[in-house]
């Protein structure tokens, strides 16, 4: 039957080749045989699917454009079997299933913007003689336009009733999986058709707009200003990562894709913005796994005249508010909890309370790296080169505190070398510690915070040791900037840092533990082809 023609079986013929040039040139070839055989077997196609026509109205035959949400408010007062005759709306989106009752009366379920509703379409209601022609033409997938009144059925549910018109605005070309898609590689190589068959894809993506708004909206309200600063630089600073390279041929030099918007929101501050945020992608040449994609999504703010207190205080309500909002909404598994004040771990203490050393005295002296070592061999702990002092301190809090970090934790009074950015005082026993915080949740560092260094030849001092450890090996390590220290010369108040991971964040809340659940488009891996050649795809 025509339906047959028009439905399963052409998405047979385009699941035969999909490779866009070829199919191009077959399907407007004449002697294109498998089309010929195709309407031999089957009969002519139903022209009707194939149009893509442009949507536009006509307000005296279609009557109002209305979302789903329009429909409900429309039936709202309506009692069961009753319709607004004298109400006509269009109602577009994508037809999910088709149920035919019988030649005369068929039943679509229709989303829209990931709402679902019926549309009811029976012969005697439909004006003219084209409604066998018209359904026909309508297959599960398709994108179609339903003009008719809006109604309840004999049980009360809301739907449209169709009376005018039902074509089709974009026919789908290939059969839609109901259920079973699970393949990671099929599902984020495609991932329109992974939003297609798993709804809770693009619920997901829906809530992570709205903790986006919500730290905006608590930024806002605090007086904060949203800023763009550049992705592209000579040098990527303000955090310890690789970056990606890239070159600008109208200027002549090699860029860097930013690792951190943190040296130009600090030289807002110093030009007289006190408070500025910046919520954006950040781009680090590095590993990928559950919890790293090289591209990803920070929110940072920096406030003049702030400090920790004020930042774990402005940390806990942010979170706590936030988790808050979308538990009173949504329904996600998740281990970990915002409403209890945050455990807070002294980690030189820690570290020296684990490794029973005076970890401040060790740092102190000029073979600490050798000494750190020999720690390190003693616990059997494996250390990826170079050896420098931050790496080999940065694995000994991964091994010995934050497995602990399964609640809100904040990680505060680290070793100062860990924290080039950060200022550094004396604590009461005669370490060197960086006034610096760190938040983790499930065992994942989500916020990072200092108390900015605002000396510029201490700023100096510390971009050389960066210069020694880039020496030694380590390409993380930044190239020191030495413009921020120009323009630090010029006075940044004391003032607050703050940073977020978007992606963890979303991950935490929305119970995911993988990140690209959480991404629109993650990084994926080239395949190979027949010929050798490689794809995203």
């Excluded at 680290?414 to 004396?426: N, R």
Aim: net charge neutral; proline share 6%.
């Amino acid at each position: 039957m025509v339906l047959r023609a028009a439905g399963t079986g052409l998405r047979r013929i385009y699941a035969l080749d999909r490779n866009p040039l070829k199919w191009n040139r077959a399907f407007f070839s004449t002697g294109f045989p498998l089309w010929k055989q195709h309407e031999h077997e089957h009969g002519n196609l139903n022209p009707a699917r194939f149009q893509y026509p442009r949507f536009a109205l006509d307000k005296d035959r279609h009557g109002t454009w209305s979302t789903v949400k329009d429909i409900r408010e429309l039936t709202s007062t309506l009692g069961n079997g009753e319709k607004a005759d004298n109400t006509v709306v269009t109602l577009t989106g994508r037809i999910h299933s088709k149920r035919e009752s019988s030649a005369k009366l068929i039943f679509y379920d229709v989303i829209q913007n990931g709402e679902f509703i019926q549309v009811v379409a029976s012969r005697g209601r439909f004006e003219g003689d084209s409604f066998a022609e018209a359904s026909q033409a309508l297959c599960r997938g398709d994108i179609a336009s339903f003009t008719g009144v809006p109604g309840k059925t004999n049980r009360g549910q809301p739907g449209v009733f169709v009376t005018r018109e039902m074509s089709v605005l974009t026919p789908c070309l290939h059969d839609i999986p109901r259920t079973g898609l699970k393949d990671p590689e099929k599902r984020f190589r495609q991932r329109h058709l992974d939003m297609l068959v798993n709804p809770e894809v693009t619920h997901t993506l829906r809530v992570r707009a709205e903790i986006i708004q919500y730290i905006r909206r608590f930024l806002e309200e605090r007086g904060f200003l949203e800023v763009e600063t550049p992705v592209l630089a000579d040098k990527a600073g303000g955090a310890n990562a690789r970056p990606f390279m890239t070159r600008a041929h109208a200027l002549g030099m090699d860029m860097q894709l930013r690792i951190a918007p943190e040296l130009y929101l600090k030289q807002l501050v110093i030009g007289g913005m006190d408070r500025v945020y910046e919520i954006g992608k950040q781009f680090r040449n590095e590993g990928i796994d559950a919890d790293h994609n090289p591209e990803f999504t920070t929110c940072e703010f920096y406030q003049a005249y702030g400090n920790l207190e004020s930042l774990m205080n402005d940390t806990e309500n942010m979170l706590r508010g936030l988790g808050q909002s979308i538990r009173s909404k949504h329904s996600f598994p998740t281990a970990a909890s915002f409403d209890e004040p945050f455990k807070r771990i002294h980690v030189l203490d820690r570290l020296e309370s684990v490794l029973g050393l005076p970890l401040g005295e060790i740092l102190k002296t000029e073979d600490a790296t050798e000494q750190l070592i020999a720690v390190c061999r003693e616990h059997r702990l494996p250390i990826p080169g170079p050896l420098t002092v931050p790496r080999i301190l940065d694995k000994l809090i991964s091994h010995f505190i934050e497995p602990e970090c399964i609640q809100p934790t904040f990680l505060y009074n680290h070793p100062v070398a860990l924290s080039p950015l950060a200022k550094g005082s004396i604590d009461g026993k005669g370490r060197a510690i960086a006034a610096r915080f760190e938040l983790f949740v499930g065992g994942k560092e989500i916020v990072n915070a200092y108390e900015e260094l605002n000396d510029p030849k201490e700023q100096r001092k510390r971009f050389e040791q960066q210069v020694r450890e880039r020496q030694q090996g380590d390409l993380e390590a930044p190239i020191p900037d030495t413009a921020f220290c120009d323009a630090l010369e010029y006075g940044l108040p004391p003032t607050a840092g703050w940073g977020m991971g978007i992606d963890r964040v979303v991950q935490i809340l929305t119970g995911s533990t993988h990140i690209r659940e959480v991404l629109a488009f993650p990084v994926m891996r080239p395949i190979s082809d027949s010929n050798g050649s490689e794809s995203s795809q």
